[in-house]
Each structure stands twice: as structure tokens, then as C-alpha cells.
């Protein structure tokens, strides 16, 4: 019984713990896992990654957004936009400041985990140009270079 007084005032003080604090201050209040696509506030401000977005939004169904309300106020006029056209709901939060090392401005989120493997628009949506790939000898072992 005091065991579980001790935890009750704890929690009362404190707040009731949290799981993985660090991701969530990361990730916008939310965790990695939940994750579709995510822009940095530099990713935010190229015109290339916005059409990508407003391309590919359409293919997330069930998802919304969350935009860093530290930004500055025009791009995320400029965010809301694209969300409130794509019909996607969208929460400004209170997010990391522009003056730490490249912050997150936007994720495309769910609610739920959809454990993506990558997240980062740039990196999902890149342009993939065919490789032309040269063929490679393949090197004839000892025993056929013999008896051929």
C-alpha cells in the first residue's frame, strides 16, 4: 500500500511519465513510428519538396499534419494552405525553435504506427534516374580458366 501511495504522489507532482520524451520533443509531441513524411524548416522553404508534398499527400488517407508553430508565419500560412486544400486536418504545435540545428517544421503523421523506413521527403521522394549499370566481368575461377 505505501508503495503505491509513493507512486500516486509522484505522478501528482511529476506529471504522469512519459515515454520517450527526447523523440516526442523531436517529433512534434508525437513518436517516429506514427511518421509518413517529415521536412525540416530548410526542406520547408524549397519549392521542389512543397510539390512534392502536394503530389503525394493524397496518397496518406487517414493522415494529418502537425507544423511547428515556431516558424515564421508565412511558411506556415503557406503549409496550412496545402493541408486545408488537400482536406487534411492540421495542428499547429509548440515545436523546437528555428534557431537549433535545422528543427522539424512538418510531419505527415497518423494515428497510429506505420513504422516507415524512411521518413525524410527528400530522401523518399527523390528523383531515381536509371543507373546505367556497366557489366562486370565475371571472373572465371582457376578450375575453368584450366579445362576451358
Known amino acids: 500500500m505505501p508503495d503505491d501511495l509513493n507512486k500516486r504522489l509522484e505522478q501528482s507532482q511529476y506529471g504522469t511519465p512519459k515515454v520517450n520524451p527526447d523523440e516526442q520533443r523531436k517529433y512534434l509531441g508525437t513518436f517516429r513510428e506514427r511518421c509518413y513524411i ?6 520547408m522553404e524549397k519549392t521542389n519538396n512543397k ?29 496550412i494552405a496545402i493541408a486545408t486544400q488537400s482536406q487534411k486536418k ?24 506505420v513504422n ?22 565475371t571472373k572465371k575461377s582457376f578450375w575453368n580458366q584450366l579445362f576451358r
Open 38 to 43: 517529415s521536412m525540416t524548416l530548410s526542406q
Open 51 to 79: 510539390e512534392q508534398l502536394q503530389k503525394h499527400l493524397a496518397d496518406y488517407s487517414e493522415s494529418s499534419l502537425l507544423i511547428n508553430g515556431r516558424l515564421p508565419e508565412d511558411l506556415q500560412e503557406t503549409y
Open 116 to 137: 516507415e523506413d524512411v521518413i525524410d521527403i527528400e530522401k523518399k521522394f527523390a528523383n531515381k534516374s536509371p543507373i546505367h549499370q556497366e557489366k562486370k566481368e
Open 90 to 113: 492540421f495542428t499547429v504545435v509548440d515545436g523546437q525553435s528555428p534557431k537549433e540545428k535545422d528543427p522539424i517544421g512538418l510531419l505527415v503523421i497518423s494515428s497510429h504506427a
